[in-house]
Each structure stands twice: as structure tokens, then as C-alpha cells.
């Protein structure tokens, strides 16, 4: 009868079939901190078994060799096109958020990409295309005119407001902000969204009110958020850390590790790139642009459009146009400081459209692995993993993502440690990253013998979790 019994509980374990099996890869995890060789089964989108025995699966890949980790999640995306999906997914990325400038209105911007689109997706309620829509900005990202020239009045900030609060309804991941943008906003105007934040317990996403050495430049600026996040509760990111604080960044970061040292709830990130990217035609390159990016000038600019670099007269005439414009300004030591810190997340702030952009959208994260990682040592592949992985999940309070762990969404990123590498550059930024041939979303290959797949559309939208304003 013993016998009979044990024979009974172990049969479907032997009879177990997976959809997709990856043996024999290393097995990187960040939350549990396995790194072993394992094989994974994964059933129905998600992760199934992780098993040190073989599995048997439908389709089984052996992968030995390769890494097999959670897949990417970029907190910080601006342009969601299948043109950027795939260069995102041939980096590694299975989510792709757009956080900082967020969107507006948010039930149609999901609308239009569920069920079309390779990687999953997601972004929060945006301050800013709330403002340009109610005070009818012409911009397209950001403001270019009406928004970035004068202050709301106290009735279009009341319908601002609403706007940003009825995009937490419909299940943005947070709030968005890009106060750099818009100029004349108040500081009593950011303090009431991140009232309306820390009502829907939702964080922050924000690009802050200044840059650079100049006061008031970055320290009085992440000062006024961290205070903001103090007196209403909201949870606070605060983007691109290195582009904002340039050499200052040190100071920022120890703001943030006071911050949370303190209770708070703080986090940060930044892209391993020396340049930032934004509009030209955009309040960043108001008068006195020069000192606040820390005594840059002229040809620290380069058109993303040619790849020229500027001159006074270029300058003129292009912002007169707008356009996106790559500005070199943040110095390598304070890059290889962001990469290495274990408290600052790896986001590309990408943005890529008919070819042209900012390299970042393509090669961030090959770039992390295969220089800073790799090349140079600065960081360990673990820890590299979990600010690409894991701390990003938990930031959206995603916890079924950022992980290889049974139960959790089968998002995974298969990459040859000793190949992957970045090829995207300012020149051609269209250029997809090596070293990464498999790369799945939901339990569905994105990214096979390193090509992109055609004719699948796994990605979904990311949503908030929490109940909104304590209601549903
Ligand atoms: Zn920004």
C-alpha cells in the first residue's frame, strides 16, 4: 500500500509536460539569488519549474551557456512603435513603460496597443500632455508653446488636475511629471498632484524642476520633490538622475539614500550614456541653457535628425523647428558612478522614430552588460540584473515580474555573457544590440536565434493593482 501511494504522487511529476523548456542555461535570479545551471518549464505565460533534473517540454531549447534571466523592464520609454518594440526587444526589454511624461488620455493609449504589440507596455498619467491638451500646446511629447510660455490658470488646473486624476482611474501605473517642461507651473501645483498620487497610493515619476550646477539647478530641485513626498505620502522616482545632476549627482544621491534611510519611499535611475536627448524647441534650451547643463555650448549638441553638431546660427534655426536633439553634457565618471550604485535602476529613456533617436533605445541594457558589466567590472552581473529586473517590478508593484521563480510571468531574457554587447550609435542608432538570441514575453518568443518573430503580439498592458481611491 506504501508503495502503491508513493507511486500514485509521483506519476504526474513524471508525466509532466511543459510548453517550453530552456535547459541547461545559468539561472540568474535576483530575488532569491540563485545562479546555477537549471532547466526552466514554462507553462501557460508563465514560469512553471526551475529544476536542477531535466524537464521534458513540447519545444525544448537547450541554452547552455547562456544566461537565462528575467526579461528587461525599462521604467523609462518614450516612443512605443513597433519600429521601437523590436529594437527594445532585441536588447532584452519585455516591458516598456512610459513613466516620466506620461500619457493622456490613458484608456486610449492602452487601447490602441493591447492585443498589437510585441513587448507589454504601460505608462503612468501625465502632468504634462494633460496640460498641453487642456491649454492647447502644439508640442508632441512635450510643450513647445502655450504650456511652456505662460501658467495654467486656477480653472485649467483644476480640469488638469482632473485629467491627471481620472488617468489613475482608468489604471496608470502613477503619476508623471516633467516640471522641467513646464516652467511656470507652481510648486503649490506639484504639491496638489502628489496629493492626488498619495490619495490612489500610486508614486511619482518625475523629471524635476531644474538641472545643472546653477542655482536653482538639480539640488533645489529633487529637494522640492523629496519634500512633496514628504508632506502628501506619495512614493517618488526621480528619472534620469545623471542628467539632471551632471557632477552634482553625488549630492542627489545622497539625498535619495537620506531620503529613504529616513522612512521615505525614494528610488532612482539612469542610462548608461554620456548624452541625454530631448526637443530643441522645448523650455530646456531657454536662455541661459549653456550654464545649466554645466558649461556645455553649441557643439555639445548634436542634431538627432543629420548627427550634426550645432552652431549658433543651426541652433537658432532648428529650435525655431523643434526636433530631437542629443546633448552632451554628462561626464563618464558620473555615468560609471550611476551604473554602479546598487540603489540607481538601469531606464533608457528611449526614444527612436523612423531610424533616428538616441542610441539608448536600442543598446542600453547590452550596454550595461557587455561594458560596465563584462568590460570593465563595475558591477556585478547579479546586481546588474536586479536594477534592470527586479527593483523596477517592485517600483510598479508588479511582483509576478523581474523574477525566475515559479508562478511568476514567463518574461525572460536568454544572453551570452561573453557576446552581448551594444551596436547603436549617436550616428546610427538603429542598430540592434548583439549577444541576445532568445527573448521571451508571456511565454511566447520574441526573439529567436536572435531574430526578431513576426506575426506575434504577447505584450500586454501593465496596470495599476492597488485599488484607485479606495474604491472597486
Ligand atoms: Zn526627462
Same mark, same amino acid.
Given at each position: 500500500? !506504501?508503495?502503491?501511494?508513493?507511486l500514485l504522487f509521483i506519476a504526474p511529476l513524471i508525466a509532466q509536460q511543459y510548453d517550453i523548456v530552456l535547459a541547461n542555461g545559468?539561472?540568474?535570479?535576483?530575488?532569491?539569488?540563485?545562479?546555477?545551471?537549471?532547466?526552466?518549464? $514554462?507553462?501557460?505565460?508563465? $514560469?512553471?519549474?526551475?529544476?536542477?533534473?531535466?524537464?521534458?517540454?513540447?519545444?525544448?531549447?537547450?541554452? !547552455?551557456?547562456?544566461?537565462?534571466?528575467?526579461?528587461f523592464i525599462d521604467l523609462h520609454v518614450h516612443s512605443h512603435s513597433p519600429e521601437a518594440y523590436a529594437f527594445q526587444a532585441r536588447d532584452g526589454v519585455t516591458t516598456a513603460l512610459e513613466l516620466e511624461i506620461g500619457v493622456w488620455p490613458v484608456a486610449r493609449w492602452y487601447a490602441q496597443r493591447e492585443g498589437k504589440s510585441l513587448i507589454n507596455f504601460g505608462a503612468t498619467s501625465g502632468h504634462v500632455p494633460a496640460a498641453m491638451a487642456v491649454m492647447g500646446d #502644439?508640442? !508632441?511629447?512635450?510643450?513647445?508653446?502655450?504650456?511652456?510660455?505662460?501658467?495654467?490658470?486656477p480653472d485649467e488646473f483644476r480640469q488638469i488636475r482632473e485629467h491627471v486624476r481620472q488617468g489613475l482611474e482608468e489604471g496608470a501605473?502613477?503619476?508623471?511629471?516633467? $516640471?522641467?517642461?513646464?516652467?511656470?507651473?507652481?510648486?503649490?501645483?506639484?504639491?496638489?498632484?502628489? #496629493?492626488?498620487?498619495?490619495e490612489a497610493k500610486a508614486p511619482c515619476f518625475v523629471h524635476v524642476r531644474h538641472g545643472g550646477p546653477v542655482e536653482p539647478g538639480a539640488e533645489d530641485a529633487v529637494q522640492e520633490v523629496i519634500a512633496d513626498a514628504a508632506a502628501t505620502g506619495a512614493p517618488l522616482h526621480v528619472v534620469h538622475i545623471t542628467s539632471v545632476g551632471l557632477r552634482q549627482t553625488p549630492t542627489l544621491l545622497r539625498m535619495i539614500r537620506g531620503a529613504c534611510a529616513r522612512g521615505l519611499d525614494v528610488t532612482t535611475e539612469a542610462y548608461p550614456y554620456t548624452a541625454g536627448m530631448t526637443d530643441l524647441g522645448s523650455a530646456i534650451f531657454?536662455?541661459?541653457? #549653456?550654464?545649466? #547643463?554645466?558649461? $556645455?555650448t553649441y557643439r555639445d549638441l548634436q542634431w538627432a535628425a543629420t548627427g550634426e553638431?550645432?552652431?549658433?546660427?543651426?541652433f537658432a534655426k532648428y529650435r525655431q523647428q523643434g526636433g530631437m536633439v542629443a546633448v552632451h553634457a554628462i561626464p563618464e565618471e558620473v555615468v560609471r558612478l550611476a551604473m554602479a550604485d546598487p540603489m540607481v535602476m538601469i531606464a533608457s529613456d528611449g526614444i527612436l522614430e523612423n531610424g533616428k533617436g538616441h542610441p539608448r533605445a536600442a543598446g542600453t541594457y547590452a550596454r550595461v552588460l557587455g561594458r560596465y558589466v563584462r568590460d570593465e567590472h563595475l558591477l556585478t552581473l547579479m546586481d546588474?540584473?536586479? !536594477?534592470?529586473t527586479m527593483m523596477p517590478a517592485d517600483r510598479i508593484h508588479q511582483p509576478q515580474k523581474g523574477r525566475i521563480k515559479v508562478g511568476a510571468d514567463a518574461d525572460i531574457t536568454v544572453f551570452d555573457p561573453s557576446r552581448v554587447i551594444?551596436?547603436?550609435t549617436f550616428e546610427n542608432p538603429a542598430q540592434y544590440s548583439e549577444g541576445i538570441p532568445y527573448v521571451l514575453v508571456g511565454g511566447v518568443f520574441v526573439v529567436k536565434n536572435g531574430e526578431i518573430q513576426t506575426g506575434v503580439a504577447p505584450g500586454r498592458g501593465l496596470r495599476r493593482r492597488e485599488n484607485y481611491f479606495g474604491r472597486r
Open positions: 500500500m !506504501k508503495y502503491f501511494s508513493t545559468r539561472v540568474l535570479d535576483p530575488e532569491s539569488g540563485l545562479d546555477a545551471v537549471r532547466s526552466v518549464g $514554462i507553462n501557460g505565460g508563465r $514560469i512553471a519549474a526551475i529544476s536542477a533534473a531535466p524537464l521534458r517540454g513540447r519545444s525544448v531549447l537547450d541554452v !547552455k551557456g547562456l544566461v537565462v534571466a528575467p526579461g #502644439q508640442g !508632441k511629447l512635450v510643450p513647445l508653446d502655450v504650456a511652456a510660455n505662460r501658467a495654467a490658470t501605473l502613477g503619476v508623471g511629471f516633467g $516640471i522641467n517642461y513646464l516652467p511656470h507651473c507652481s510648486r503649490e501645483e506639484i504639491l496638489d498632484l502628489f #496629493q492626488v498620487a498619495a531657454a536662455e541661459g541653457w #549653456q550654464a545649466h #547643463q554645466g558649461g $556645455i553638431r550645432l552652431t549658433a546660427e543651426t546588474a540584473l536586479r !536594477k534592470m551594444d551596436r547603436a
